[in-house]
Structure formats: structure tokens, C-alpha cells
């Protein structure tokens, strides 16, 4: 049976009932210049999380980063942002940022023109229009430096450069990042870039599981011929990736009751919503007796927001049945 649904199914129930109260969201753009508004952590789904929310963005942009802070202002907002001109890598070093004919597609990695030449539409956008000298820092270096204990969810684009963050935050991966969201690429778009199998070997390295890849491909830009059966060739695309605090020989502090809360919130904001149940069945069996990871309510209560649910009776799906002692407590 397929359900239809809209983005986040929980949390707004969740949110109601004020059992988001009890915990706060730390979000990390790692390339945060506003493209779209999937870029805009503050808004859509996200908001529900609000005032509890605290979002931090990295640019090597300047003006970008200034961009943001202005709209900021005009909005007159209730959680917390911040957008900091800083170009993020392994370490604290001086480094060339390539400058491509679209800021977007800037680089710490010189763009493999020869490559990008071969497909449709890359040249106008990846090809160098300059070269800048800049410093580098990492995650790590700034989280101490703010004294930011823990980030939950880390979204970062860096065209190629990905590999090169992760290195530099592997002390804040090990406190209990929940959620990642990496651009990652296939082919190299970049001279020398790591691809997604490295970055994949280091996340998973962390305890992180592979939930999904949104990619994008190119056909060959002097064919006349494009595939009607396929898409041309993955170059690129968005890896998500979630801890998983029900396995074994997991990381302590992934399965802290207030983090696999925020785990599952996440989830139901980035359209896992599967995994969110799971997670909130998980913690209401365990540890449903406190009133504070007791969800059978919301559960229930998000469920029914579904006819063919209703029609073919929740008492017949498993999960109803697993909270159903807890919904009176």
C-alpha cells in the first residue's frame, strides 16, 4: 500500500504536544550561499524547530555571507543564524580558491576543463575565470574557538572539497553528529578531488549509514543522441547519511534518549519519515515510562492523518500494537 505524504509527518505533532522542548538543533552549512530554498535552513520544515534552532553558515564568500546576514535582519527572526565568511578545509593553511565563471562552482580544486569540455552545459559554469589566495581553518578549530559542544545536522558543498572538511571535523563527528548531507562527485569535475567512495569510507567509518543519493547526470556534449533510456553519465549528486543508534557497538552518545529524539526529527524533516517511526516506536518501548520519550500519543495521532491507514485499521499495523501500553501512561 503507498502512502502519499508531505515533508515531515511528525514533527509537527511532536512540536504540538511541546515534547520539542526539550531539545535544540545545531545546523552546519558548510557552503552557505543561498541558491534555492532548500539552501534556507530557516525555513519550511526546519522552522518547527524554532526557537530552538540554531544554524551556522560557512562561505569563503564574503559579500554572500553579508547577503545573508542583511536578509536576516529584514526578517526579524526567532532562532538563531549565523553566517560566517570562512573557508573551511583540513586545516589551518594558505590555499588557492579557484574561482569559476559561476561563484557557486568555486573550487579549492582547480577545474578539470579537459573533462567538463566533454558534457552538456559544465564549461559556462566550471571553467576558471580566476584564481584568489586564502586562508583555511576547520570545523574543529571553530567549534572550539565558540565552544560549540555538539552539531546535529551538517550539510556541506564545497564542489570536490567535501573530503577535505570531513578531515577537519573529525573531533566533532565523534561527539555525536546525527545527520549528514555531503555533495559528493563520481568523476573528477576537479583535478586530484577525492570521489564519493572516499568520502563514503571515512562517514561510514564514523558509524554513519548511507540513506539516500539525489544525483545528477550529463550527456555528451557533441552527441547529437542523447539515451531516451538513461540520463547520460552520474557525475554528481547529494549523499545522505544517519547514524543509526538501534545497531550494536554503537558510539554512547548516539544512543542518548535526547539524541535519538533529534535523530528522529531529523529524519522526518529530510523525508525519512519510516525511520522516524522506527526511532519513536524505539524510544517509547525503552523508555516510554518517562513522559518526555513517551510518543505513543504522536505517534497515533500522525498516523491517522493518513484515510487508507484508518481504512485498513491501525490496530493491524504492528507498531500500534507494540505502543498501545504506553498510550494511557
Given amino acids: 500500500m503507498e502512502i502519499e505524504q508531505e515533508m515531515s509527518i511528525f514533527v509537527k505533532s511532536l512540536k504540538e504536544k511541546g515534547l520539542l522542548d526539550q531539545i535544540h538543533i545545531t545546523v552546519c552549512n558548510v557552503g552557505s550561499r543561498k541558491l534555492s530554498s532548500e539552501d534556507d535552513y530557516g525555513a519550511g520544515a526546519w522552522n518547527l524547530f524554532a526557537p530552538n534552532l540554531t544554524i551556522y553558515g560557512f562561505d569563503a564568500d564574503a559579500d554572500a555571507c553579508e547577503a545573508a546576514e542583511a536578509e536576516l535582519e529584514l526578517k526579524q527572526i526567532n532562532w538563531t543564524e549565523k553566517h560566517i565568511p570562512l573557508a573551511l578545509g583540513k586545516s589551518v593553511e594558505e590555499a588557492t580558491l579557484y574561482v569559476t565563471k559561476h561563484p557557486m562552482c568555486s573550487s579549492l580544486y582547480p577545474p578539470n576543463e579537459a573533462y567538463t569540455a566533454r558534457f552538456k552545459n559544465l564549461p559556462e559554469l566550471c571553467n576558471l575565470d580566476f584564481t584568489i589566495e586564502i586562508e583555511t ?27 577535505q572538511v570531513l578531515e577537519g571535523a573529525l573531533e566533532i563527528l565523534k561527539r555525536g553528529v546525527l545527520g549528514i548531507q555531503v555533495e559528493v562527485e563520481f568523476s573528477h569535475l576537479y583535478v586530484n578531488q577525492p570521489l564519493f567512495a572516499d568520502v563514503d569510507i571515512l562517514l561510514r567509518g564514523h558509524g554513519f549509514t548511507l540513506f539516500d543519493l539525489e544525483t545528477a547526470y550529463r550527456h555528451r556534449a557533441r552527441s547529437p543522441i542523447p539515451s531516451t533510456r538513461r540520463r547520460g553519465q552520474i557525475l554528481w549528486g547529494d549523499a545522505y547519511y544517519l547514524q543509526d543508534p538501534i545497531r550494536e557497538n554503537v558510539n554512547f552518545q548516539i544512543q542518548e534518549q535526547s ?22 516506536e524505539h524510544l517509547t518501548v525503552n523508555y516510554g515510562d518517562n513522559p518526555k520519550y513517551n510518543f505513543a500519543q504522536s505517534i497515533i ?12 485499521g491501525l490496530d493491524s499495523l504492528p507498531v500500534v500494537a507494540n505502543i498501545r501500553p504506553f498510550l494511557n501512561i
Fill in 259 to 280: 539524541k535519538i529524539l533529534k535523530l528522529a526529527c531529523l529524519a522526518d524533516v529530510l523525508g525519512f519519515p519510516d525511520y522516524t517511526l522506527e526511532l519513536l
Fill in 301 to 312: 495521532e500522525s498516523l491517522s492523518s493518513f484515510p487508507d491507514l484508518i481504512k485498513y
Fill in 137 to 163: 581553518t576547520t570545523l574543529d578549530t571553530f567549534c572550539n574557538a565558540e565552544a560549540i559542544n555538539t552539531i546535529d545536522f551538517l550539510q556541506i558543498d564545497v564542489q570536490g572539497a567535501e573530503l
